[in-house]
């Protein structure tokens, strides 16, 4: 039996533990209550925007470059690409310890206590840098520096795997021109700071180089990378490619062509242009001198661009195309018109004269534009107005842009007819006194080959998306500047000009040629005339004409009459016909007498 006075003590230690017990549990409640509504607070609701802040500190964002578009030949080989490259970057302040860790994916475990010396060996061997070198590019206190640029996706990952704190990659792209000199000066280039520079990497830069993006993602206090943190991506968008018109191989064996010629007779430069008759399109513009776009520098500036349509000369006789196309279409004169010349012909107090010596001939009008009579053109030019001359001129684009893209492109130079003096007004003629490019005589004789019908030229084909999607250019309807009766007629003539005229040097054994040649004086850098432009104009199969080849050769050496554009037209015309499976002639030339 307890005592009753022991017992009654014990009753009360029991009674006063319990309520200890259970203020002892009521702090902890609330202090836990606290605690848990303090957590909610910072890492929920975050009223003071801590947790934000302290991830903030945690995330990097890196730019995404897009991959810009490829320039590709009319059948799909590359003039430009981009090839996948990273640059191998490091944020300084991440780097400050003397020792870090890694993750060993090969033992699938974290090494810790990774001297930073044996990093930077071991980087040094990734990246071909010494290790000193690459010691000042990591350690200090920049948030960005570079460590190694455009290096490949192999050497990155290698480079990564190092685990040096703070180094990471980012994604961007060589440009690479696998044709070389091929093309160069239509194509362009990009410089060392990925700007497009010249040619058609500057015209269509906004199709070719595509939208950048986004990466961010959390970096621990090690300054690796954390996994399965957050990660934002926002891709980017990759560039249109472009496929031109030209044709790689032909576009080759052109430049070779008129690089020969040029050598040969010491000129000081030269070109040939290829057009598509029916469709406007350039096979190829070739230049004697282009640049190798993967080394710009090694060219000259004024040898970087494409003479074909920068370049405008005084195109002579080539012109006196439009001056017969012209007569004919307003029904001054018939192929067969009759004509008594003698060898200077006077009109308005000018005197002319023809670039052979003769006496009283007997032409047609056929025989005058195969002879290249400047009497007879301007005997029949003259029954045109000034505005007539001019706006026959206009009508065949002399004087106009060519909208080729080309940043570099001119439109020539034709004056106004109030502005033409005395002889001017006379020598619009037969090409002198205005100025154009060889893409603009190319366009001209394009209209005639196209039975009246000029295209405006075309040098790019389509745009393709990234994902291969194909959007083609919508072919030019075209404008006709004469009937196409008038049109046959001067195809008859030009072949005329090939058989019985000026334009022998260009014939060809298999198919039939319409051809005409230019000379003129060339003006000097300091006034008068310093030399001469030779051009040969030509189209074939003249049955129905497929290719316009144009030859220009600016300030040859020597004498004239040796001097024979016609050698490079017959190369090239030959090829394209050819390496095209255009058929071979069938029947004779046709053409018209020269003389009665």
């Known amino acids: 039996m307890a005592h009753p006075i022991t017992g009654g003590q014990d009753a009360m230690r029991v009674a006063l533990g319990s309520k200890r017990l259970r203020l002892g549990l009521a702090f902890v409640l609330v202090l836990l209550l606290v605690l848990g509504v303090r957590l909610f607070q910072l890492q929920a609701l975050d009223l003071n925007g801590m947790a934000q802040a302290g991830l903030s500190k945690r995330l990097t964002t890196t730019a995404v470059q897009p991959v810009r578009g490829s320039i590709l030949d009319t059948n799909g080989k ?35 206590g990774i001297p930073l010396e044996q990093g930077l060996r071991e980087l040094s061997e990734v990246l071909g840098i010494d290790a000193a070198t690459l010691e000042d590019a990591i350690v200090g206190d920049k948030i960005f520096n570079y460590v190694a640029q455009s290096v490949t996706p192999e050497v990155k990952n290698k480079a990564l795997a190092v685990g040096i704190p ?10 690479t021109y696998p044709a070389g000199q091929v093309a160069g000066s239509i194509v362009g ?91 406007g399109a350039i096979r190829a513009m070739a230049e004697s001198t282009t640049p190798d776009p993967n080394f710009p520098g090694a060219t000259s500036p004024e040898d970087r661009q494409p003479r074909s349509v920068s370049a405008a000369f005084e195109p002579g006789s080539t012109t006196k195309l439009i001056t017969m196309a012209a007569a004919l279409e307003e029904g001054i004169i018939e192929p067969t ?26 032409r047609t009008a056929a025989g005058i534009f195969a002879k290249s009579m400047n009497t007879g053109t301007v005997m029949i030019g003259e029954q045109f107005t000034k505005q007539e001359r001019y706006d026959w001129l206009k009508k065949f684009g002399i004087g106009e842009k060519l909208n080729t893209g080309l940043s570099q492109e001119s439109s020539g130079i034709l ?16 090409g002198q006194g205005l100025a154009q490019t060889a893409l603009h005589t190319a366009m001209v004789y394009q209209a005639i080959a196209n039975d009246g019908v000029k295209l405006e030229p075309r040098l790019v084909d389509a745009y393709i998306d990234p994902d291969g999607t194909e959007h083609k250019v919508p072919a030019d309807e075209g404008t006709e500047v004469v009937s196409e009766e008038t049109a046959l007629q001067m195809q008859k003539m ?88 255009i058929a071979p002639s069938t029947r004779k030339p046709d053409t018209y007498p020269v003389e009665y």
């Open 78 to 112: 590359h003039f430009a690409r981009s090839v996948e490259r990273f640059d191998i970057v490091v944020d300084q302040t991440l780097s400050t310890g003397t020792t870090f860790s890694r993750y060993n994916a090969e033992l699938d475990e974290r090494e810790v």
């Open 415 to 430: 004056a106004p007819p109030e502005d033409w003096d005395d002889r001017q007004q006379y020598t619009v003629l037969f």
């Open 166 to 175: 703070g180094v990471y990659a980012d994604q961007t792209s060589v440009r």
């Open 337 to 362: 018109s009759e004509f008594e010349l003698d060898n200077t012909y006077t009109v308005g107090g000018q005197t002319f004269k023809d670039a052979f010596q003769h006496g009283t001939e007997h």
């Open 189 to 279: 280039y990009v410089g060392p700071d990925g700007e497009a520079r010249e040619g058609l990497e500057l015209a269509l830069s906004d199709q070719l180089e595509g939208d950048p993006g986004s990466r961010t993602f959390e970096i621990g206090g090690d300054g690796i990378r954390i996994p399965y943190a957050t990660n934002e991506d926002v891709p980017a968008v990759d560039g249109q490619s472009v496929k031109l018109t030209i044709d790689q191989d032909l576009q080759w064996f052109a430049q070779q062509t008129i690089a020969s010629q040029v050598e040969e007779y010491d000129a000081e430069w030269g070109n040939i242009v290829v057009v598509e008759a029916k469709t």
């Open 494 to 581: 030009l072949e005329t000009v090939t058989v019985d005229g000026s334009g022998k040097t260009g014939e060809l054994e298999q198919y039939r040629v319409g051809s005409k040649t230019g000379t003129a004086e060339a003006p000097g850098a300091n006034g008068g005339y310093d030399g001469y432009t030779l051009s040969y104009a030509g189209m074939a199969p003249i049955e129905d004409p497929e290719y316009v080849v144009v030859v220009t050769l600016q300030r040859p050496q020597g004498d004239l009459y040796y001097l024979v554009p016609g050698y490079s037209f017959q190369k090239v015309m030959k090829q394209v016909l050819n390496s095209n499976s």
